[in-house]
């Protein structure tokens, strides 16, 4: 069920049928080397996100794309958002979606550039009392079942790579440009941080320092039917964990029971 498709009349039962779960659909607006559109993580978030509601019914949250991708600024087409406002815009979001009924918030991330930002916002959730909890499901990528584990032929895949475009190929082809992919080693990390990535020293300008195109990969051994597999096996592992956040009673109760501890 997705939110914009709702009409007014009709949204108390949605919340109802999708016992009270709102999946937030996280991504950005970047580049993704020469070959993907600038909303590759859009669009792959909002399918895995139409096939895990079909699975487990849900309220799907419009596309929402202001998130962490200041290091893809340089690039043209990208859009970033301060680190300030990121937040502040965030908190007000998932505010208004509880007040709307759906007090289960569960952010499906599509852009790895948000994976600091997403555990940080659900530590933060402790900063003040709120009538929500926000659910950050991160299910092991192979599973028992997985149709996919086996079939990726590159070992070096991060962005815009064998994963991403056989998951564009499989639903949006049309936006593929297959004959843009380089075949001179461009998504090979350059390793010009290497010395401190080496002794486990992280710093922000890393993924600059190693992939300052945009290209983490290489997108040729590409499938549509790859990226098919892809998202089968993905939403089923997210449906599990969202079946298990719906039971969830214990975070919400948890979470009072600190708050009237804080004071
Ligand atoms: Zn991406």
Redesign the pocket.
């Known amino acids: 069920m997705r939110w914009e498709d709702l009409t007014g009349d009709q949204f108390p039962e949605a919340v109802k049928q999708a016992e009270s779960v709102c999946l937030l659909p996280f991504s950005c607006i970047?580049r993704?080397g020469h070959h993907l559109p600038l909303g590759?993580?859009m669009f792959?978030g909002r399918e895995l996100c139409r096939r895990v509601a079909e699975l487990e019914p849900a309220v799907i949250f419009p596309d929402y794309f202001f998130t962490q991708i200041l290091e893809a600024r340089h690039t043209p087409g990208t859009f970033g958002i301060q680190p300030e406002l990121i937040i502040s815009l965030l908190e007000n979001v998932c505010r208004e979606i509880a007040r709307n009924g759906l007090t289960k918030i569960v952010i499906i991330n599509?852009?790895?550039g948000n994976d600091h930002l997403i555990n940080y916002f659900a530590q933060i959730q402790l900063a003040s009392r709120r009538d929500y909890v926000v659910y950050i499901p991160q299910p092991a990528y192979v599973t028992e079942e997985s149709a996919t584990a086996a079939q990726w032929e590159t070992v070096v895949d991060g962005?815009?790579g064998e994963r991403?475009t056989s998951m564009l190929l499989a639903i949006r082809p049309a936006l593929v440009k297959l004959e843009s992919l380089p075949s001179d080693g461009e998504g090979m990390p350059l390793g010009r941080l290497k010395q401190l990535g080496d002794q486990g020293t992280y710093v922000g300008i890393w993924w600059y320092a190693d992939h300052p195109t945009h290209y983490c990969g290489d997108g040729r051994p590409a499938t549509a039917e790859k990226g098919e597999a892809w998202f089968v096996d993905r939403s089923r592992a997210l449906a599990r964990a969202l079946r298990t956040i719906k039971d969830d009673k214990d975070s919400r109760r948890l979470q009072d029971e600190f708050f009237s501890k804080v004071g």
């Open positions: 970047e993704h590759t993580d792959i599509a852009h790895g962005h815009a991403e």
